[in-house]
Each structure stands twice: as structure tokens, then as C-alpha cells.
């Protein structure tokens, strides 16, 4: 199927910055869309950022201007860069990728096995 390999995350102060990875590996026909996740202690997954194949992106509310979403199609890989990092940014964060695999030969969704970030003086 297709693997996603997430790395970068760890402790970081206020204020600091950090940048997160995602490599896709496996039976892969096509990506379409890849994004990052978030989710905190007792709360729901959510979006954070979105970089579909035609481009566009979309970000949270809450790490507008803040965080930056980035993708190299040729090599499956997507960065999110997140700067002004704030407790409330706090999570695990898991890689995700909307893919046509050359098992099934459908579109799915995959994901990463997530990253801990944490945010803390």
C-alpha cells in the first residue's frame, strides 16, 4: 500500500519554530492531495494544513500566517514549517495523503504514524 514517514517533531519553547516532514513511500500511482492533522489530548483530529494537487492550500484558522504547508510532488514529500509556535499548538501530528495505490487501484486515505510536538517553556 503506501506508507507515509513522518519526522522533525519534539519540545520546543513558545515563540520557537519547528519543521515537520512526511515522506510517502510504496505502491503508489498517483498523490492528490497531502495534509497534516493535529490532534491533542481529549480532543478531536483536526486539520491543520492541506495542499491539494492543483496547488491550493488550506489552513486552519488558528495557524494562519503562522504555519507553512509545502509539497515536492516528484519526490511524495510534504513539509508543514510552523513558526510563533504556541502551547496550544501542542499534539501529535500525523501526516496524510489522499493516494491511488497500485494494489487496489482506488483512491484512500493514508496515514502516518504521527509525531509528538510539544510546546513548553
Known amino acids: 500500500q503506501v506508507q507515509l514517514v513522518e519526522s522533525g517533531g519534539g519540545l520546543v519553547q513558545p515563540g520557537g519554530s519547528l519543521r515537520l516532514s512526511c515522506a510517502a513511500s510504496g505502491s503508489i500511482f498517483s498523490i492528490n492531495a497531502m495534509g497534516w492533522y493535529r490532534q491533542a489530548p481529549g480532543k478531536q483530529r483536526e486539520l491543520v494544513a492541506l495542499?491539494?494537487?492543483?496547488?491550493?492550500?488550506n489552513y486552519a484558522d488558528s495557524v494562519k500566517g503562522r504555519f507553512t504547508i509545502s509539497r515536492d510532488n516528484a519526490k511524495n514529500t510534504a513539509s508543514l514549517q510552523m513558526n510563533s509556535l504556541k502551547p496550544e499548538d501542542t499534539a501529535v501530528y500525523y501526516c496524510n495523503a489522499d493516494a491511488i495505490s497500485t494494489i487496489t487501484w482506488r483512491a484512500g486515505s493514508f496515514w502516518g504514524q504521527g509525531t509528538q510536538v510539544t510546546v513548553s517553556s
Open positions: 495542499f491539494t494537487n492543483g496547488r491550493a492550500t
